[in-house]
């Protein structure tokens, strides 16, 4: 019983979600920049996040918004 269970975790992991890196892994040889392009994608979603981010982090401060308490935790003090 369990170890059927413990098979078909694997099987899961193995052949349907490591798909995706497997191909991946086998396009790199032939194609460094195809290959790559998830990490490209990524860096993108996230420069602009953290852009994002900080354009409301200034917002906030030009409003005078921002609370810059440091004794908001008591272990700050």
Do not use: C
């Not at 899961?12 to 195809?34: C, G, Q, T, V, Y």
């Not at 917002?59 to 700050?76: G, M, V, Y």
């Amino acid at each position: 019983m369990m170890r059927s269970f413990f098979g078909a975790i694997q099987w899961l992991f193995e052949k349907i979600l490591f798909a995706p890196h497997d191909l991946m892994r086998s396009m790199e040889l032939d194609n460094w920049w195809i290959a790559n392009t998830v990490n490209w994608v990524l860096w993108g979603i996230i420069s602009y996040y953290i852009w994002y981010w900080t354009k409301e982090l200034k917002i906030f401060k030009d409003r005078n918004e921002d609370e810059q308490d440091t004794t908001a935790h008591s272990f700050l003090k």
